[in-house]
């Protein structure tokens, strides 16, 4: 008798020990009720989650959302949706939004794959970012980055045809892998000429990680890309 596969999946990331400060701990359960979103194997009506309709935009992997929570109050008009799987991101992210008042951002914490094969509609989103997520430098471990063509070719479901999505990172092999994966994906187009990174666009806040980055002397690549 074939004993059944034990395996656990490959995860594009690791769940970090740190503990959440009070005022994270305190964000997250005041807010949770309020601006959470609890995963299901059911899809998400994103105009009843924000009590309305607007564009929609999906951020996978938010940090401690503090570009997030930027972009969301320079555009209050538009939905935007977060992932995020460590906890103390999520309660530092809700606590920023009580703080300055945003009320445009709805969450997951809960693995960015699963959140997107089970509840995020197809074609129903107006723009996806994934900004600076893990590089996963070292070789043999680079099985393990988030943009792979399974990823990227069901994410791009996810999409309205028009929709965008925009990569960044700071690593140039991931930047390299990230156009390789994109450029062969179907239904994209690079909204640059082939194999060109775009860019920084004003809009996109910078990050702790791209900050880093750059005190690290790291080039910055952006990738901007459209579903057909």
Not at 5 to 14: A, K, L
Not at 46 to 71: K, T, W
Not at 72 to 92: C, L, M, Q, S, Y
Not at 135 to 163: A, S
């Given at each position: ?226 579903r057909d």
């Open positions: 008798m074939t004993e059944p596969d034990q395996r656990r999946p490959i995860r594009s990331y690791v769940l970090r020990t740190g503990r959440m400060t009070p005022a994270q701990q305190r964000a997250f359960e005041e807010n949770w009720q309020r601006w959470g979103l609890d995963y299901s194997k059911h899809l998400l009506d994103i105009d009843r989650a924000f009590a309305r309709g607007g564009p929609r935009v999906l951020e996978v992997g938010f940090g401690m959302g503090q570009s997030l929570v930027a972009m969301a109050a320079a555009d209050p008009d538009t939905n935007f949706i977060g992932i995020e799987v460590h906890r103390p991101g999520v309660g530092k992210l809700l606590h920023s939004m009580a703080e300055l008042g945003v009320d445009n951002i709805r969450v997951y914490c809960h693995d960015a794959v699963e959140v997107l094969r089970d509840c995020i509609p197809a074609a129903s989103l107006d723009k996806v970012q994934i900004f600076f997520p893990d590089p996963w430098h070292k070789k043999r471990h680079h099985k393990r980055r988030l943009v792979q063509p399974p990823f990227v070719d069901h994410l791009v479901t996810r999409l309205r045809p028009g929709g965008v999505l925009h990569l960044a990172t700071d690593w140039e092999n991931y930047a390299e892998q990230m156009m390789e994966v994109l450029s062969a994906g179907e239904g994209l187009s690079n909204t640059c000429e082939p194999g060109c990174f775009a860019p920084r666009p004003e809009h996109r806040p910078p990050t702790k990680f791209e900050r880093r980055g750059e005190r690290l002397g790291h080039g910055i690549w952006d990738l901007v890309f459209t």
